[in-house]
């Protein structure tokens, strides 16, 4: 298993810049010919920027997530799961991985 902190940015014209913060554990599982991407993953830290405003949240914090986040978040959701589905596939196909293989960190053996 590899533990990443990956950060994504998205531009929204009603929002402005989204900037998400995950932390995920990979792993893979290899077929034939390419290795299938297994992961969790965890909101750290979310923040939105334009020019008249500025808004960041913190997992670990305390604070609900304020609504408009929540709103921005849901609006670009098909968005960051693409985002996030890429950047893990090309980590896991990535010839110097470093992490395990075919192993689920989530089973106690």
């Given amino acids: 298993m590899k533990t990443k902190d990956i950060e994504f940015e998205i531009e929204s014209e009603e929002f402005g810049t989204i900037t998400l ?16 991407p297994r992961f969790t993953s965890g909101l750290l830290s ?7 405003s500025e808004m ?3 997992f670990g914090s305390g604070e609900d997530m304020p609504r408009q986040m929540k709103v921005a978040l849901k609006d670009h959701d098909a968005e960051i799961s ?13 010839p110097h991985y470093e992490g395990n293989h075919d ?7």
């Fill in 21 to 36: 913060k995950y932390e995920f554990q990979i792993w893979r599982t290899k077929t034939v010919d390419r290795y299938i």
């Fill in 46 to 52: 979310v923040s939105i920027h334009d020019d008249n």
């Fill in 56 to 58: 960041d949240w913190e």
């Fill in 82 to 94: 693409e985002m996030i589905d890429n950047k893990i596939f090309k980590i896991v196909n990535d």
């Fill in 103 to 109: 192993a689920d960190p989530r089973d106690k053996h």
